[in-house]
């Protein structure tokens, strides 16, 4: 079955960086298109911030376009996303998403979530 094991959150301070990681199985991962989402705290609102597909074109949101890098390595079935100018505002559970057709990025729910990773911007 789809599995999405996410890592490397963290605390950091503001104006720092973070790579996120997420190991991929149980799927065609190098022909799948990918997302990066999180949920704001407190149960707050899911936000889509970033898709990639198979090719390696990416799309953004704007609050995160040229502060974040959607990237993928197929060979080792690993989603990337590089954050960078971390805001406190970016505190959030980050999740990787499979992510058919980039629906989310539409508003379209989707199936397949990993666990998360929790980032908290702070000083």
């Known amino acids: 079955q789809v599995q999405l094991v996410e890592s490397g959150g963290g605390l950091v301070q503001p104006g720092g960086s973070l790579r996120l990681s997420c190991a991929a199985s149980g799927f065609p991962f190098s022909s799948s298109d990918m997302s990066w989402a999180r949920r704001l705290p407190n149960d707050g609102p899911l936000e889509w911030m970033a898709?990639?597909?198979?090719?390696?074109?990416?799309n953004y949101a704007a609050h995160v376009r040229g502060r974040f890098i959607i990237s993928r390595d197929n060979a080792k079935n690993t989603l990337y996303l590089q954050m960078n100018s971390l805001r406190p505002e970016d505190t959030a559970r980050y999740f990787c998403?499979?992510?058919?057709?980039?629906?989310?990025?539409?508003?379209?729910?989707?199936?397949?979530w990993g666990q998360g990773t929790q980032v908290t911007v702070s000083t």
């Open positions: 998403v499979l992510d058919p057709d980039q629906r989310l990025r539409l508003g379209i729910p989707v199936d397949n």
């Open positions: 898709a990639i597909d198979s090719h390696g074109s990416t």
